[in-house]
């Protein structure tokens, strides 16, 4: 029996060892001879031909094994082979790239020279020219045919390969897989010349495996591309060398059209093609020396482009040497022991580029009446702050001491676009946070993350920072179970991430959809709202109509998952909606008929007493009586419990917080098709309307827990962020906190459709 057993392991080991080997001729040898043997040898010769070397310091190549044509070990080699080859072309082409862009940088080009420096395409011919020239040669071949065969596979490569947005779709992979495949057949038909006539079963199959292996690598470079540059990008941003202006506008572009359409991204690129971005700064700023622009923002924002944009025109400034006359009638001044006239003259000039830069920041669209406006920047901008804790007015005086040390040959090296705060804006600062420190030490964080989000202009800030003070400085007493402090920090975060907005354990889907979108645009007036309603118990409307907001509504709720403020702002939504409406009778179907004409201000939505954690404590009632409205359904009585506000009425209720030019925020119900839907989001998109609220049914699968279509789930509302216009994906934000946060165009659409 022992001897048995033996066998059977001896022959296990056995099958397992010729496993490995397979798999190490057939999979990782071409891999790795691809991959790092054929470029270490390339780069070494290179290297010894360039010193006038002939010593022949190579690796040997990995040993793979002979197979025949289409067998499993020809596909095995073939696709290794290939994957391989993504990494030593792409880096190939990247390498080249950084060359053409730092000798089109050193040289200045511009027009169609500098665009041909900075095309990744060029970069990918050339790279693989050069990496082809240097391979080891083989049989019947020169470094020369290589060169301009591997130059050739991937100029064909370019004429054949599909646009970008298809290179992920099914199309476009069998698409590049064929156009590379014949691209590499091309190159290497220029490389060997014999190999095109040659139809023995060896030529064959070496066309085949070339065919095969250009096919995968074709595949996947544009991912390999990508990735290298994005590691790239992150290396540079961490080492504060900044990114190449057309990456930062390759990711950002589409932001910044839509938030800011006034200014032209080609015009940008064109006069500033060279310079570099670095994000996430302390405070933007341009420096002349390193022609490096720092951005507070990773991203664009509506700020974000203006800071840009500013720093730009201190560039273009800098470039075209606009303030040199000043510096030099300031030296002058100088020389002549003029000291109060040249620091007039050198102030002047500075204030001159301040004052250009930030008229370039409106674009386009500038003001009509710009005398008004730069007679205001005169008078605000040195009180500014241009960085931490320093002034344009006290900057200058720094610089301009410099520059008399220097006896007038000193130039400012870096150009400032402020922190945006400014005086007002400081004080409401300082106000909240002597109000808060005491029980919420690390406010000081937070206050700064809602100065920092690009979207929000001083003014903003600044209002939002007086309401939060008047929330914890209240002078009417609050309840005791009430912590105003825990109410604004809560309410600052959300204000710096309105994704963080909930619906809790209410059938409040649509106002909470509704606050996010006053969060998102107008988080300003949704402070208002919060500290209006505490101080008062009453919010006034944008038509005038007093909202009167019950003591029991109030109160924090304990169980029900949302925020005190999503609390309150959804409550006092409810009421601003149904405080305006006449009486109503709710029919069995759901539906909600008006009397016509009303008295109004009869009805509001109130909250209860309860022990009942299963069920919503509120529901509307007839204000004079307290009687809590039912709907008449068949079978059993059934309070009315959810707001059951249409797309009207929210749209209503969202203009009585914000004000009449605020606009719609909703989609209509009934939306044709995924293309009408397409039109609407690309229309929005364009027009600064995102974002937008969507009525869906939870019964379909995109909702479903188990995305399978559901009996159960409803009606709900959620929140269009955003679109990706070329990929038809939609950004969602779901009330309910937890959800995929992107969507397929059409799915969303399909979950708007009624289920029967």
């Given at each position: 029996?022992?001897?048995?057993?033996?066998?059977?392991?001896?022959s296990a080991i056995k099958d397992v060892e010729i496993a490995s080997d397979w798999t190490q001729k057939n999979l990782l040898a071409p891999f790795l001879n691809a991959a790092c043997v054929e470029p270490i040898n390339a780069l070494s010769g290179a290297a010894e031909r360039a010193a006038g070397s002939h010593h022949a310091h190579r690796i040997a190549k990995m040993d793979t094994a002979s197979c025949a044509q289409f067998s499993a070990e020809f596909w095995s080699q073939s696709i290794a082979s290939g994957l391989g080859s993504v990494i030593s072309y792409a880096c190939a082409g990247r390498l080249a790239g950084g060359g053409l862009r730092s000798i089109g940088s050193t040289l200045a080009l511009e027009g169609t020279a500098a665009k041909i420096a900075c095309n990744q395409s060029v970069a990918q011919i050339v790279g693989a020219g050069i990496y082809d020239a240097n391979r080891d040669l083989q049989a019947n071949e020169t470094h020369l045919g290589n060169g301009l065969g591997g130059a050739a596979s991937f100029g064909a490569l370019t004429v054949l390969g599909p646009g970008s947005s298809k290179y992920f779709s099914a199309y476009g992979l069998l698409y590049r897989g064929v156009s590379g495949g014949v691209s590499t057949v091309i190159g290497d038909g220029i490389a060997h010349p014999a190999r095109f006539y040659d139809k023995s079963p060896k030529g064959e199959q070496v066309a085949a495996g070339t065919f095969l292996s250009g096919a995968f690598m074709n595949m996947l470079l544009p991912g390999a591309h990508e990735g290298i540059a994005r590691l790239h990008d992150r290396a540079s941003l961490s080492f504060g060398k900044g990114i190449a202006l057309d990456r930062y506008l390759k990711v950002e572009r589409e932001t910044a059209l839509n938030l800011r359409p006034e200014f032209s991204l080609d015009k940008i690129m064109a006069e500033h093609r060279w310079t570099r971005i670095q994000?996430?700064?302390?405070?933007?700023?341009?420096?002349?020396?390193?022609?490096?622009?720092?951005?507070?923002?990773?991203?664009?924002?509506?700020?974000?482009i203006k800071d840009l944009v500013h720093e730009l025109q201190h560039r273009r400034e800098a470039r075209a040497g606009i303030a040199e006359p000043g510096y030099l009638r300031a030296k002058e001044l100088l020389l002549k022991n003029d000291l109060s006239g040249a620091w007039s003259v050198f102030r002047a000039n500075r204030m001159g580029q301040e004052i250009r830069a930030r008229l370039a920041e409106q674009g386009k669209f500038g003001p009509e009446n710009k005398t008004a406006q730069i007679a205001e920047l005169k008078a605000s901008i040195p009180k500014a702050l241009a960085r931490?804790?320093?002034?344009?007015?006290?900057?200058?005086?720094?610089?301009?001491?410099?520059?008399?040390?220097?006896?007038?040959?000193s130039r400012p090296e870096i150009d400032y676009s402020g922190k945006n705060i400014n005086p007002e804006l400081e004080a409401a600062h300082d106000k909240l946070l002597n109000l808060m420190m005491a029980k919420e030490p690390?406010?000081?964080?937070?206050?700064?993350?809602?100065?920092?989000?690009?979207?929000?202009?001083?003014?903003?800030?600044?209002?939002?920072?007086?309401?939060?003070?008047k929330i914890v400085s209240n002078k009417n007493p609050l309840p005791e179970q009430m912590n105003a402090h825990n109410l604004v920090r809560r309410s600052l975060y959300q204000i710096f991430d309105p994704n963080?907005?909930?619906?809790?354990?209410?059938?409040?889907c649509s106002l909470a959809a509704?606050?996010?979108?006053?969060?998102?645009?107008?988080?300003?007036?949704?402070?208002?709202?919060?500290?209006?309603?505490?101080?008062?118990?009453?919010?006034?409307?944008?038509d005038k109509t007093p909202i009167s907001i019950s003591e029991l509504n109030i109160l924090p709720e304990k169980y029900w998952h949302r925020s005190h403020g999503n609390q309150l702002f959804q409550n006092t939504a409810a009421n601003i909606y149904w405080q305006r409406q006449p009486k109503f009778e709710a029919l069995p179907d759901g539906r909600i008929i008006h009397s016509t004409p009303g008295p109004y201000g009869l009805i509001s939505y109130e909250r209860h007493h309860t022990k009942d954690l299963y069920q919503t404590p509120y529901s509307l009632v007839e204000k004079a009586t307290g009687t809590q409205i039912v709907s008449k359904s068949p079978d059993e009585l059934d309070l009315v419990r959810s707001p059951s506000l249409n797309y009207h009425g929210i749209n209503d209720v969202y203009r009585q917080i914000n004000g009449a030019t605020s606009g719609d925020i909703c989609l209509p119900p009934r939306i044709a098709s995924p293309d009408e839907m397409r039109t609407a989001l690309v229309d929005r998109k364009r027009d600064g309307l995102l974002p937008v609220i969507i009525?869906?049914?939870?019964?379909?699968?995109?909702?479903?827990?188990?995305?399978?279509?559901?009996?159960?789930?409803?009606?709900?509302?959620?929140?269009?962020?955003?679109?990706d216009a070329h990929e038809n994906v939609v950004s969602i934000f779901n009330p309910w906190g937890y959800f995929t946060p992107k969507m397929d165009l059409k799915d969303l659409w399909q979950s708007t459709q009624p289920i029967d």
């Open positions: 029996m022992t001897r048995f057993k033996n066998f059977e392991v001896s994000t996430n700064a302390e405070t933007s700023n341009f420096n002349h020396r390193k022609d490096l622009v720092s951005l507070r923002s990773s991203d664009f924002g509506s700020t974000g931490e804790g320093t002034t344009y007015e006290a900057l200058w005086r720094e610089e301009f001491l410099t520059f008399a040390k220097s006896k007038g040959e690390k406010i000081e964080n937070w206050l700064s993350w809602i100065i920092k989000r690009s979207d929000l202009e001083p003014q903003k800030v600044t209002q939002i920072f007086d309401s939060m003070s963080e907005i909930r619906q809790g354990y209410h059938p409040t509704l606050e996010h979108v006053t969060y998102s645009k107008h988080p300003e007036n949704a402070a208002k709202l919060l500290a209006e309603v505490l101080r008062e118990r009453r919010y006034i409307t944008k009525a869906v049914d939870t019964r379909h699968k995109a909702f479903a827990p188990d995305h399978q279509t559901s009996g159960s789930g409803g009606l709900h509302s959620v929140v269009a962020t955003k679109f």
